[in-house]
């Protein structure tokens, strides 16, 4: 078997840690010998977009527009990508950490921050998704080796079994309100520092996350994963926990096509794996 549909073995510890933590970092998630290839692939894809270059200086960008350029799902338009992003190697580690047999892909995207670019406000990313599953799970991986200076995640422990902390997009106001929020309540901050490119962190939906700016002179290229649990369906509507929001609607549209509020999470773009 190709070595990205091999899968790989979590230990228990990992699995353990990921439940209490709602985030782990494993080492070699895609070893040295393949790293390469996958970032030529994910860097010829972002190459062909147009949210990889910012004609806008730095000082003239709000806070999400400083934290990094966001360049979505490229396996779609990349077959040779594709054969990554949707790997068993890579979906096998997800599955193991969320405890379920499979799982499907939400979407990809890459997440270059650019050198002096801004902090990651702290924000919780199912506050984005319209899914009605805590089984949700992110791929954090440097395509290069690259140094805590950079901008490495900062994880809030244990806020993935609290849930919900609250209506906040990425912003000043969240990165206000949750810093504040982890100070007040105590939650130890986790950051993993320094990385191998193909090592990799893995959060949970509602782990409260964020990054520091990126001090160096050096774009910092990372890719990111996202799967759900097979099975999954999409908020109902109306929702009895009053779960909807302008983001879950866009995110709805443009990751679930054709699917609606109730349906099972399955669409042309979220093939099982
Ligand atoms: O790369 C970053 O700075 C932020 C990453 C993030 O928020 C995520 O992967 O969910």
Not at 32 to 52: D, L
Not at 82 to 110: C, T
């Amino acid at each position: 078997m190709e070595y990205i549909d091999t899968p790989m073995n979590v230990s228990a510890k990992d699995i353990e840690n990921y439940k209490r933590n709602g985030h782990v970092r494993l080492n070699g998630v895609c070893d040295g010998a393949h790293i390469s290839a996958f970032r030529e692939q994910v860097t010829r894809s972002v190459s062909t977009r147009k949210e990889s270059i910012s004609a806008v200086p730095m000082e003239e960008r709000d806070t999400y527009g400083k934290a990094f350029l966001q360049i979505m799902n490229l396996w779609v338009e990349n077959p040779e990508l594709a054969k990554w992003v949707l790997s068993k190697r890579f979906a096998s580690v997800a599955a193991q950490l969320m405890g379920v047999e499979r799982v499907r892909i939400y979407h990809d995207q890459a997440l270059f921050k650019e050198p002096k670019g801004g902090i990651t406000p702290w924000h919780q990313d199912q506050h984005y998704w319209p899914l009605d599953t805590d089984k949700c799970i992110t791929m954090w991986m440097p395509l290069m080796d690259i140094t805590a200076a950079m901008g490495t995640l900062n994880f809030a422990s244990g806020t993935s079994q609290v849930g919900y902390l609250g209506d906040m997009p990425i912003s000043d106001d969240s990165e206000s309100y949750l810093s504040k929020m982890c100070e007040e309540k105590g939650f130890e901050i986790v950051n993993y520092g320094d990385m191998n490119a193909g090592d990799a962190t893995f959060h949970s939906g509602w782990c409260l996350h964020g990054a520091p700016g990126n001090h160096t002179n050096t774009l910092r290229e990372v890719m990111t994963i996202i799967w759900y649990e097979d099975n999954a369906r999409i908020i109902e509507r109306p929702d009895p926990q009053n779960r909807w929001n302008k983001s879950r609607e866009n995110d709805l549209a443009t990751w679930l096509p054709g699917c609606k509020p109730g349906d099972l999470a399955a669409s042309k773009l979220n093939p099982v794996i």
